[in-house]
């Protein structure tokens, strides 16, 4: 009874629930302007919340780390500029869908299928959190390391068909993460004796360049064209639809949850998992993928707000954080009296079953403000390109600038934004660059802590593989995902289903 009460505290108080709603409707249009990050607007929250009371303050922080989360879509599917890097997956089919007119469509199965996969991070929270705590804990450096090159060679099923041109795209973005200084040794990386690549690039900076100017690019070749009318009769996706696609967002919800609850990745490589997931396992997609696939939707969307919860599974269990949000929301219990990890459940629970309310309730407010507004969003895709593309352009400016108040990373945007755009011309995917620069510093970090901890030894680097269950299975991962995208893996599978078709006849 008194776990009860305390998840039902936040429904019981007006205050707290207005509060949780209002960072639920700010969390979704912060989440859906290029460059303002969930991160940042809870990190700005801290100084605004440090004199109030601790539920107050953690209402509004989880309204909008759950709102930003999913709203990340809204221009990913109106724009093809995602807002976050958890909607890059969401972009590949929902912008093509966009683009026939069916963004009410696309938006209305975002947000259930997002409201979905929040409600299975948060049981998981709830019921399994000190299980799947333990688990995380099991990985070495090494399947850190592993899971890095796992994200890498999913360019495979990213880069529609084409292994080698995907592969190039991942190693280019792992090439631009790993510009300016060494983080363990400060030696200069890339930089070419400039100062003004000491500091790196940042990864919003090429994400925006690359998907949002380069599409303004790519617009100009339509500038006479008609402005395509959006289908908004159907939101809300009927439960045939919904009943449909459960089984695909309950995996999809399985891999966000496990791969929030790893410290150090996030909600951007469980949606690149899953999308690669439903790819791999729908046999009959309502399109083919890249080109408006709906399970190309309700894989990502379902993946990243489950890894919300798997996010709080570590911070509240070990005191470690999933993410970079997480990290913040550590800091602000911290300012405020309370020391999250193994004795929290012990000293506090109520604290505990707070912040599983609050998740809840913001998820719930996720469907209200996810399926309101829907109309005048669409609005912007029907907008003349002589409009459009101004406005692409000046969105991708201040979201650009907004990051580090940096020109220089608007000139960093409009360049990779022209370089971006030559390589769509010429077939290169894009989100293997993103994903690239995002694992990056995952597998840079990881590979080197591996390698120490062996003492520089190779050999007993590949013995602690073999000798590791779990190093092995992702080990085995590795492989065979390399292996069957070779031409010569698919061309022996389409000789056996050749052989298959004749012996059926």
Request: glycine share 12%; net charge neutral; hydrophobic share 50%.
């Amino acid at each position: 009874m008194d776990t009860l009460m305390a998840i039902l505290t936040v429904f019981t108080q007006p205050q707290l629930l207005l509060l949780v709603g209002l960072g639920t409707f700010l969390g979704v249009y912060i989440g859906a302007i290029p460059g303002l990050s969930v991160t940042m607007a809870v990190s700005i929250l801290i100084s605004f919340t440090f004199s109030w009371d601790v539920y107050p303050a953690i209402s509004l922080m989880v309204g909008i780390y759950m709102g930003g989360v999913y709203g990340g879509s809204r221009t990913a599917i109106l724009l093809n500029i995602p807002g976050a890097p958890s909607a890059i997956a969401t972009a590949m089919d929902g912008y093509p869908m966009a683009q026939r007119g069916e963004a009410g469509e696309a938006i209305g199965v975002t947000t259930v299928m997002s409201f979905f996969g929040g409600l299975v991070g948060v049981a998981v929270l709830a019921l399994a959190a000190p299980f799947v705590a333990e688990f995380a804990l099991t990985f070495q450096p090494r399947d850190y390391m592993l899971l890095a090159v796992l994200g890498i060679l999913l360019v495979g099923s990213l880069s529609s068909g084409s292994l080698v041109k995907g592969i190039f795209a991942g190693a280019f973005g792992i090439a631009i993460g790993a510009v300016g200084r060494d983080p363990l040794t400060f030696a200069e990386r890339f930089t070419f004796d400039l100062q003004i690549m000491e500091g790196g690039i940042s990864f919003i900076a090429v994400m925006i360049g690359m998907f949002g100017i380069s599409e303004a690019l790519l617009q100009l070749h339509h500038v006479g064209t008609d402005a395509i009318r959006q289908q908004i009769d159907r939101i809300v996706p009927s439960w045939g639809t919904v009943r449909k696609y459960l089984p695909l967002s309950l995996q999809t919800s399985s891999i966000g949850v496990i791969i929030g609850a790893l410290p150090g990745t996030g909600g951007d490589i469980a949606a690149l998992m899953a999308y690669d997931h439903a790819k791999r396992v729908t046999k009959k997609p309502t399109r083919p993928f890249g080109t408006g696939a709906m399970e190309g939707l309700v894989a990502p969307e379902t993946a990243n707000n489950a890894a919300v919860g798997g996010a709080f599974v570590p911070m509240m269990t070990l005191g470690i954080p999933g993410d970079a949000v997480t990290a913040i929301i550590i800091g602000a219990l911290f300012i405020h009296g309370l020391n999250p990890g193994p004795m929290l459940m012990v000293d506090q629970p109520d604290m505990f079953w707070f912040i599983v309310g609050a998740l809840l309730t913001a998820n719930m407010f996720i469907l209200i403000c996810g399926l309101t507004g829907i109309k005048l969003f669409t609005k912007i895709v029907e907008m003349p390109r002589s409009v459009l593309i101004p406005l692409i352009m000046l969105l991708s400016v201040v979201g650009a600038y907004a990051v580090n108040n940096s020109v220089t990373d608007v000139y960093w945007m409009l360049g990779f934004g022209v370089f971006g755009y030559f390589m769509r011309h010429y077939g290169y995917p894009l989100g293997p660059v993103i994903l690239g620069v995002i694992l990056s510093r995952l597998l840079d970090d990881n590979w080197r802590r591996a390698i120490i901890s062996e003492r520089e030894d190779l050999g007993r680097f590949f013995e602690g593989i073999f000798t590791s269950p779990l190093s092995l299975v992702l080990f085995v991962a590795v492989v065979l995902i390399f292996v069957s995208q070779t031409p010569l893996w698919r061309m022996i599978f389409r000789r056996k289903g050749g052989q298959t078709g004749e012996s059926g006849k």
